[in-house]
């Protein structure tokens, strides 16, 4: 008795459990063997889209029906057959070779010239259909996209909202992503040790496990988290609504780390200055000792032998130096309504920075619009497009950047915060215990500098101006409102391009 192979296929799980599921054709190709006294060897099943060639279950039954294995196949429909013309042809080449074809459905004779043609057309529609539903999927998938909606599951720190609308930030996996962003900026991290570390805080895989190396990386250089959709496929990028999650200046950081090499530092001491000091020669970082219960900080250049400064009087020198940033009385008062002063003059020019802001990102959308016209009528080509729209999105995304964080980056706010941490500086460091004083120094400078047994300590703008104020002449104890203008015009004089993105560094205090 000639026995026959039964081919059954669903595109998707859900076109299996509604309408032509599995069961159901299997159903269809038992009942239609019965009624022709056909006998069923094997069932090859699979749930996968017919659209391309390659399937893995459709070959093998291929294979197998070559090597005379049955007499033929039965499969429910032709369009669960093949959707592509190429594996239709396939099927024609078994045909003609004298292997039977048979559909439970159409009931079509493929051995009569009729037949092969009634199939051929249907074979040719279902192809057609397939075509135009990948048309119909793409342009939806490109016009949420155009639209600022993401169509595909949210990334990690993100969550789905539902069809055509934003993802929403996490409540809880939003900001550890945040903070992963934030610890590989410090350059103390390598992909494996940050994917541990985060595991520990709370940010695994949907099983539990640790991000891999290569989904660690994969996050890290997703522009989604500063508001902008890549589409790794195609290499596009479109503007989201979605709520970015870090600022560009973070991730741009980030994306210098990871094209270069840095590897974390391990502290094997516990000195209270340790990696805090220079020396003025070489440059080199001095190292802590402890020799007959002293700490003694020593440059090891050879030309540097006699470079060396003991801890105790480094820590005199800094209390007496960060001294020099404490006001109190009639000075305190009198500097602090200065400084109000000038914060009100700067949010009111700041105003007018916000329109101008405003009216270059109004720019941008225009230069877009134009580009995309251009593309319309072909008069450039879609790559100059992409790498023109990127570049234009970048610029835009910066301008929000500044747009967003221009409170946090005026000259005279910033001067005012950075006076009070200067008096919580010297506070700290005289009241103290070894880690509260190296976080004192930390605020008003990167580190001492030791020229032969003579330690310098370099500080931040504005914490070294006021310290070289509080020297001089001026700094006598009279006439404080005339005293304080002084100072704030010394200050004034830094109010420039160059110092204002000084303070805007992520380097900076």
């Known amino acids: ?104 459905h159409e009931g079509l004779d493929m051995q009569t010239r009729g037949g092969r043609l009634a199939a051929d057309i249907q074979a040719v529609v279902a192809a057609d259909y397939i075509r135009n539903l990948r048309d119909e999927v793409r342009k ?29 930030i996490h409540p809880v996996e939003g900001p550890l992503v945040r903070q992963t962003f934030e610890f590989y900026a410090t350059g103390k991290f390598s992909l494996t040790t940050l994917a541990l570390h985060m595991a520990e805080l709370g940010l695994v895989t949907a099983t539990g496990k640790p991000l ?69 020669r070489c440059q080199r970082s001095l190292t802590g000792e402890r020799q007959k219960g002293h700490v003694y900080y020593r440059c090891h250049d050879y030309g540097c032998r006699r470079v060396a400064v003991k801890e105790p009087a480094l820590d005199e020198f800094t209390a007496q130096e960060l001294s020099y940033l404490w006001f109190e009385g009639e000075d305190l008062r009198d500097f602090r309504d200065l ?7 700067e949010q009111a020019d700041q105003a007018d920075l916000t329109t101008h802001i405003e009216r270059d990102i109004g720019l941008i959308d225009q230069r877009i619009a134009r580009l995309t ?23 835009k995304r910066n301008l929000q950047d500044r747009l967003q964080n221009a409170d946090n980056l005026s000259f005279w706010k910033i001067v005012a915060e950075r006076f009070e ?56 104890p009279y006439q404080a409102a005339v005293r304080t203008s002084d100072l704030i015009e010394r200050l004034a004089a830094n109010d420039n391009e160059e110092v204002i993105r000084s303070l805007q560094s992520p380097s900076s205090p």
């Open 421 to 476: 941490r200067g008096l919580d500086a010297y506070l700290g460091y005289i009241n103290g215990n070894d880690a509260e004083k190296r976080d004192a120094v930390q605020i008003v400078s990167s580190n001492f500098i030791v020229d032969g047994k003579q330690p310098i300590l370099p500080m931040f703008f504005p914490f070294n101006e006021i310290r070289n104020w509080s020297k001089s002449t001026n700094g006598a």
């Open 140 to 168: 939806g998938f490109y016009g949420r996209l155009k639209q600022g909606y993401y169509p595909l599951p949210a990334p990690h720190g993100y969550v789905d909202c539902g069809k055509a609308r934003v993802k929403d």
């Open 212 to 280: 891999v190396r290569n989904a660690m990386a994969l996050l890290l250089h997703n522009p989604f988290y500063i508001g902008l959709i890549h589409i790794r496929r195609t290499g596009e990028i479109f503007e989201g609504k979605h709520t970015p999650l870090i600022s560009k200046a973070l991730f741009d950081k980030v994306q210098a780390i990871s094209a270069g090499r840095f590897y974390p530092r391990i502290e094997k001491n516990e000195f209270m200055f340790r990696r805090l000091i220079k020396c003025q």
């Open 1 to 104: 008795m000639k026995s026959y192979f039964a081919y059954i296929r669903v595109s998707t799980v859900k076109q299996g459990d509604h309408g032509s599921s599995l069961q159901e054709q299997r159903s269809a190709i038992e009942s239609y063997a019965q009624h022709h006294g056909l006998t069923i060897s094997a069932w090859f099943e699979e749930t996968e889209t017919a659209a391309k060639q390659g399937r893995r279950e459709f070959n093998r039954l291929t294979n197998l029906l070559r090597k005379n294995k049955a007499s033929g196949v039965i499969i429910h429909k032709i369009d669960r057959s093949a959707r592509n013309l190429k594996d239709w042809a396939g099927l024609g080449e078994l045909i003609d070779a004298g292997i039977e074809v048979l559909f439970a």
């Open 373 to 395: 016209d251009l593309l319309i009528d072909l008069s450039i080509d879609k790559t100059t497009y992409n790498e023109r729209k990127t570049d234009l999105l970048a610029r």
């Open 339 to 345: 400084l109000k002063q000038q914060v009100a003059k």
